[in-house]
């Protein structure tokens, strides 16, 4: 079992709806990430937290709001959504959040959401 | 920015056989180097990974090496079994910064291993 854990597994929305995607840790971590990832692909990088504070942004359309409550959750709230946003949505943490390279990033399970 | 090279896209073997994947990176800054394995309706587990201060590491089956002067690094696993049947990503990590340890990964190899 991931020490990560994504909630929910599985979402269909409408491209009117308004949801949210909640990732935990209780490893003591202090980075944490959300990702993209499309079938046959690898995961694309979209926002990382570092010290509960948003570090990284990858450019990723407003539709797609990150929050992170405090150290050891991570959501990410979901409005307006378009077809093509329909993918694999993982979360990963790592131990430290101050941009060291060798601090491995552990992966949940994800968020298969479909957007119809 | 760092480009993660991977090959083969696709590999098939014998149950007992080994299996090679091979990597490769261009910004000699990379120090981190971890292999992911995704099975189908999971995510990515990290299996191994390897630092840029060392040539090997082996954890039981499997292996990895790294070339620092080529700037490639390869998996290797041995006496393959067909619950080794998954989706095998590697990345790597330049450290520090703006980069925050980002991971960079390479467009993953679909193993196959037939009992």
């Known amino acids: 079992d991931t020490e990560v854990t994504q909630t929910p597994k599985h979402l269909v929305m409408g491209m009117t709806n308004k949801k949210s995607l909640k990732c935990e840790q209780h490893m003591g971590h202090r980075a944490m990430y959300w990702y993209k990832q499309k079938a046959k692909k690898p995961p694309e990088l979209m926002f990382v937290y570092s010290y509960e504070k948003l570090s990284i942004n990858e450019s990723v359309p407003s539709r797609f709001s990150p929050e992170c409550p405090n150290s050891s959750l991570l959501n990410l709230h979901l409005h307006a959504l378009q077809p093509e946003d329909s993918a694999l949505y993982l979360c990963a943490s790592s131990q430290d959040g101050g941009g060291q390279a060798d601090q491995p990033q552990h992966f949940g399970d994800g968020t298969r959401l479909s957007i119809l | 920015g760092e480009n993660v090279e991977q090959h083969p896209s696709t590999l098939s073997v014998q149950e007992g056989d080994s299996a090679v994947i091979k990597c490769t990176y261009s910004?000699?800054?990379?120090?981190?180097f971890p292999w992911y394995k995704q099975e189908l309706g999971k995510g990515p587990q990290l299996i191994i990974d390897?630092?840029?201060?060392?040539g090997e590491k082996k954890d039981q089956r499997i292996a990895v090496t790294l070339n620092k002067t080529a700037k490639h690094f390869s998996l290797h696993i041995t006496e393959t079994q067909p619950e080794d049947s998954a989706v095998y990503f590697c990345?790597?990590?330049?450290?520090?910064?703006?980069?925050?340890?980002?991971?960079?990964f390479g467009r993953g190899t679909q193993l196959t291993v037939w009992p």
């Open positions: 990345a790597a990590s330049i450290g520090g910064g703006s980069t925050l340890g980002r991971l960079y």
């Open positions: 390897i630092r840029s201060n060392v």
């Open positions: 910004d000699s800054a990379s120090n981190y």
